[in-house]
């Protein structure tokens, strides 16, 4: 397994544009979590999916972003009218089992909007 | 809500040098605790966990924490550090049945030769 797989890397996009990211999480892992990650920040937490369910959202998720996990498998994460203050590190995170197992997170994906 | 403060933004160690990394959380409720090391242009990799029992926890490449529960804390400690171990590192607390993952803002470690 190669792990954690995120795509794009790195979107450059205009303000106002919609993008789409990627997830792909390691197989059989029912666990899938997306963080947003500022300059000089930690991860903050966005949204949770237990196999193709979503189970928590953060506050941090406008009603601009929404989250997709069809099948339980890949999941995307989309902006939509996207304005400066989206510009981040995205992270894509999973894992099997409970809270207290480990999440294997994916390199991210950096958003510029420009 | 739990929540975690890593006090140092940046540290900087000449090599061979102990080092020490501080976390201390917040939370109403017993805790998980974790520390994740970031590498230039890598994803988050775990180095330690606590989850119950033990109080000092070793991890990968040479690095173990203590949970204090008295001083709500959780630093991560390496005896003597290599140039390898440059990186940011992230302390992390989830409670039992919250999946919110909350991380501090990260601890930037130099190790200069």
């Known amino acids: 397994d190669t792990g954690v797989s995120q795509d794009p890397r790195h979107k450059i996009t205009k303000r106002g544009q919609n993008v789409t990211f990627r997830c792909d999480p390691i197989s059989e892992h029912n666990r899938l979590y997306w963080y947003r990650q500022t300059l000089g920040q930690g991860p903050e937490f966005l949204t949770y999916?237990?196999?193709?369910?979503?189970?928590?959202k953060s506050r941090l998720l406008s009603d601009r972003f929404s989250a997709e996990r069809p099948k339980g498998s890949f999941s995307t994460l989309e902006i939509q009218r996207t304005e400066q203050g989206d510009s981040a590190m995205y992270l894509c995170a999973s894992s099997f089992g409970g809270v207290n197992t480990e999440a294997f997170f994916g390199q991210g994906t950096r958003l510029t909007v420009v | 809500a739990q929540s975690v403060t890593q006090l140092d933004s940046q540290v900087p160690v000449f090599e061979e040098a102990p080092v020490e990394l501080r976390c201390n959380y917040s939370?109403?409720?017993?805790?998980?605790l974790f520390w994740y090391v970031q590498y230039p242009n890598q994803g988050l990799q775990l180095l330690l966990k606590?989850?119950?029992?033990?109080?000092l926890v070793k991890g990968i490449n040479g690095f173990e924490a203590e949970f204090n529960k008295s001083q709500t804390s959780f630093h991560l400690r390496k005896p003597s550090v290599h140039i390898s171990d440059t990186a940011e590192y992230f302390c992390?607390?989830?409670?039992?049945?919250?999946?919110?993952?909350?991380f501090g803002a990260g601890t930037r470690l130099t190790v200069k030769p």
């Open positions: 999916f237990q196999n193709e369910a979503q189970l928590e």
């Open positions: 992390a607390v989830s409670v039992y049945n919250n999946n919110d993952m909350r």
């Open positions: 939370s109403s409720v017993s805790v998980y």
């Open positions: 606590y989850l119950s029992g033990s109080t």
